[in-house]
Nanobody, 115 residues
Framework: QVQLVESGGGLVQPGGSLRLSCAASTNIFSIHAMGWYRQAPGKQRELVAAITSGGSSNYADSVKGRFTISRDNAKNTVYLQMNSLKPEDTAVYYC?????????WGQGTQVTVSS
């Protein structure tokens, strides 16, 4: 079992920044891939960004150039730095981990971009 705890969400004005954190209950060296998904009201959950144990990353087209995913193996934590936020980035953001064929989710953290 892998437990994931997100933090760092909140209310921010358009153009602002937030950094989300996802703390894992286990050594993330053993986790093949970790990522961030988001779900806006009335919409399906979508991949925002993902990073592998080797450090390769990929992003949704809508966030390329604005968001950066990173991992700190010593702290068992994955981060999502979000810059130049837009109202359409408003959603619940979920941390995701894949290990040994199983998928794990955090409880989610709300991000609201509004003036």
């Amino acid at each position: 079992q892998v437990q994931l705890v997100e933090s760092g969400g909140g209310l921010v004005q358009p153009g602002g920044s937030l950094r989300l954190s996802c703390a894992a209950s286990t050594n993330i060296f053993s986790i093949h891939a970790m990522g961030w998904y988001r779900q806006a009201p009335g919409k399906q959950r979508e991949l925002v960004a993902a990073i592998t144990s080797g450090g390769s990353s990929n992003y949704a087209d809508s966030v390329k150039g604005r968001f950066t995913i990173s991992r700190d193996n010593a702290k068992n934590t994955v981060y999502l730095q979000m810059n130049s936020l837009k109202p359409e980035d408003t959603a619940v953001y979920y941390c995701n981990a894949k290990r040994s064929g199983a998928t794990y989710w955090g409880q989610g953290t709300q991000v609201t971009v509004s003036s």
